[in-house]
């Protein structure tokens, strides 16, 4: 079975908004250390989608990684840094990491912009 990323973003989106309503303080509360953490500094915006989808693959996080893939790709990052950044998360994982680094590399296709 192949994953529509794009589809599994919307399908946690969904719980998101209903979480929020929930917790509202703990949602946002995440939101805000999301965007502190992916704020530019020394290391600029697609380094940290980077960092973040070698950790999504480390961990085995398939909705961490359609959003870090769609980060990517909106950050600019080329087909070859992802693949490079996989490679890491290869080394530190296993061979657990090499599958969900191939779903990875698939969710970042995914959100090639329309010709």
Known sequence: MTTDYAKRIAEIDEYAIELRKLAPET????????????????????????????ISVA?????????HARGARRTGATRQ???ETLGVAIQMGGGPSMNYAADALRAFDQFEPAA
Do not use: H, M, P
């Open 27 to 54: 949602v946002s509360a995440f939101g805000n250390l999301s965007k502190a953490a992916q704020s530019a500094g020394a290391l600029d915006k697609k380094t940290k989608e980077l960092l973040a989808l070698a």
């Open 59 to 67: 961990i085995r996080c398939e909705g961490c990684i359609a959003y």
């Open 81 to 83: 840094e992802v693949a």
